[in-house]
């Protein structure tokens, strides 16, 4: 039973133009949202969280967004680069509980000049 | 500051054998873990270990051990490898609820 969902295993953009990765939850218990970026043969590095007393934050040209009722979250890129070609995985966690995240499959996304 | 550091980067072993996977941090995080990627199936928890001296199983802890054996070094042990823990492994630690990973081992056990 998977608790962090994304729905979409590829997404491709041309460069320039917005990307935007989807991820859902069912877990109405999660309080803590991140993203990750994964480039090949490397581990995975934070990027943007988000606590679920928020709908919105960003930095730079990442942006999340968190709507609550629809368990669902999404990260924007803006203007997406190729640079950013990876894997971006979601995760979601207990604040105040044991610190463990747990995971979505992964998007790759793929940003062509 | 290195961050996070595993060994080795690469390794093949052959069914039944043993081996052990280190992992050190040198952020002072209390908490570390231990993930296994698969194609398709994103990370999957193994083991996390919430402080020095305590461990607890995540999703996937069949076939695996771990040891805390001081806050900063936190390592995973195979006891007779099967061709189904062919995967890339990942230590991570966290602070406030982010954690940072190291840069992963492949492992072919054949």
């Known amino acids: 039973d998977q608790q962090v969902k994304q729905n979409s295993p590829s997404l491709s953009v041309q460069e320039g133009r917005i990307s935007i990765l989807n991820c859902d939850y069912t877990n109405s218990m999660f309080d803590y949202f991140l993203w990750y970026k994964k480039y090949p043969a490397e581990g995975p590095t934070f990027l943007i969280s988000?606590?679920?007393?928020?709908d919105k934050n960003e930095d730079g040209r990442f942006t999340v967004f968190l709507n609550k009722s629809a368990k669902h979250l999404s990260l924007h890129i803006v203007p997406s680069q190729p640079g950013d070609s990876a894997v971006y995985f979601c995760?979601?966690?207990?604040?105040?509980?044991?610190?463990?995240?747990?995971f979505g499959k992964g998007t790759k996304l793929t940003v062509n000049p | 500051n290195a961050g996070v550091t595993q060994t080795p980067k690469f390794q093949v072993l052959k069914t039944g054998q043993s081996m052990t996977l280190q992992c050190a941090q040198d952020?002072?995080?209390?908490?570390m873990y231990w993930y296994r990627q698969d194609p398709g199936m994103g990370l999957r928890l193994i083991y996390y270990s919430a402080s020095e001296g305590t461990t607890d199983k995540g999703e996937v802890p069949n076939g695996y051990n771990v040891s805390r054996l001081n806050k900063r070094e936190f390592s995973l042990r195979l006891e007779s490898a099967a061709p189904s823990q062919t995967s890339v492994y990942f230590c991570?630690?966290?602070?406030?609820?982010?954690?940072?990973f190291g840069p992963g081992t492949r492992l072919l056990v054949l």
């Open positions: 991570a630690s966290s602070r406030v609820g982010t954690q940072y």
């Open positions: 995760a979601a966690t207990l604040q105040g509980g044991s610190e463990k995240l747990v």
């Open positions: 988000i606590s679920s007393i928020k």
């Open positions: 952020m002072n995080h209390n908490s």
